[in-house]
């Protein structure tokens, strides 16, 4: 009964073996998927022209070194454990054939046993930091935007500066509009004003020389105050025409820029729709 008890342990601590080598054999199926993964990215990425991610690939890429240099530590280890209940099960082979004192037979088995599942859960832990490790690399590697992706933010972040240009356009229009009715509104209250001054007085002044003097020279003031008001309008108006025409200056270079932009994007469209043909022909 006690040698079938010691056969089922040994039996038990070959199967903590066999576990061992499927978790390694597991393990080393991840770590190949994960290098095939880095090497599609490193090539994605040198197509793409990510020039600005290549140094957190180049660092997450040692990264994956130090894990490797781990995995080969604990691979060392691995095998040491193996080769070491390999010589307890071959000792207690030799124990069982030779008939050794079943109690300490027994006692020695549980012992052993006790330390292979401490390895045993040992390795499990250190394979478990491992996989975290390698998920943790993968996921900064896809974490990491891709040509396309940075295109596409490039061309969002444009169309929102041409919106928010376009609103502060509209705004700058509105306050000139208001300040130029808000000025029209003055003078014709000015105007008004000095209308209904003058006929108030009009009988008054005209009715005597002295009174019409008086109304000649108000009226001439009225006439070079209107006149000083005419000039600082016209200049001005004479400094709107040349910011004006420095806007249109502006513009028309804008639009010449453009359109060397389209012509050059064509181009470079057309190169990089006959470099696709190229390359499929090429892998055909």
């Known amino acids: 009964m006690q040698e079938s008890s010691s056969e089922q342990e040994i039996n038990s601590i070959r199967a903590s073996i066999a576990m061992l080598n499927s978790n390694l054999d597991h393990q080393n199926q991840r770590k190949n998927g994960v290098l095939n993964e880095l090497l599609n990215l490193q090539e994605?990425?040198?197509?793409?022209?990510?020039?600005?991610k290549v140094h957190k690939f180049v660092s997450l890429l040692e990264n994956l070194k130090f894990l490797e240099r781990q995995e080969s530590e604990i691979r060392s280890d691995f095998d040491a454990k193996r080769s070491s209940l390999e010589a307890e099960v071959s000792d207690l082979e030799e124990k069982l054939a030779t008939g050794s004192d079943n109690?300490?037979?027994?006692?020695?088995?549980?012992?052993?046993?006790?330390?292979?599942?401490?390895?045993?859960?040992?390795?499990?832990?250190?394979?478990?930091?491992?996989?975290?490790a390698i998920v943790s690399v993968k996921r900064q590697l896809d974490d990491a935007p891709s040509q396309s992706e940075l295109i596409q933010?490039?061309?969002?972040?444009?169309?929102?500066?041409?919106h928010i240009q376009e609103k502060l356009q509209q705004t700058r229009k509105f306050y000139a509009t208001y300040n130029a009715l808000l000025e029209i509104k003055e003078l014709m209250l000015k105007e008004t004003s000095l209308l209904n001054s003058i006929s108030s007085q009009f009988q008054d002044a005209i009715a005597s020389p002295t009174g019409r003097l008086k109304l000649l020279e108000s009226m001439e003031g009225i006439v070079k105050g209107s006149q000083q008001k005419l000039e600082k309008v016209q200049l001005g108006l004479q400094e709107e025409q040349k910011v004006c025409d420095a806007l249109k200056?502006?513009?028309?270079?804008?639009?010449a820029e453009q359109r060397r932009c389209y012509s050059l994007l064509k181009a470079f469209q057309e190169e990089c729709a006959r470099n696709e043909r190229l390359r499929s022909q090429t892998s055909a």
């Open 153 to 162: 933010y490039e061309r969002r972040l444009s169309e929102l500066n041409a």
């Open 103 to 132: 109690n300490m037979l027994s006692r020695g088995l549980d012992d052993s046993l006790n330390e292979s599942l401490q390895k045993l859960n040992s390795a499990k832990r250190e394979l478990a930091a491992r996989l975290r």
């Open 44 to 52: 994605k990425v040198r197509k793409e022209g990510a020039e600005s």
């Open 249 to 255: 200056e502006k513009y028309t270079a804008a639009v």
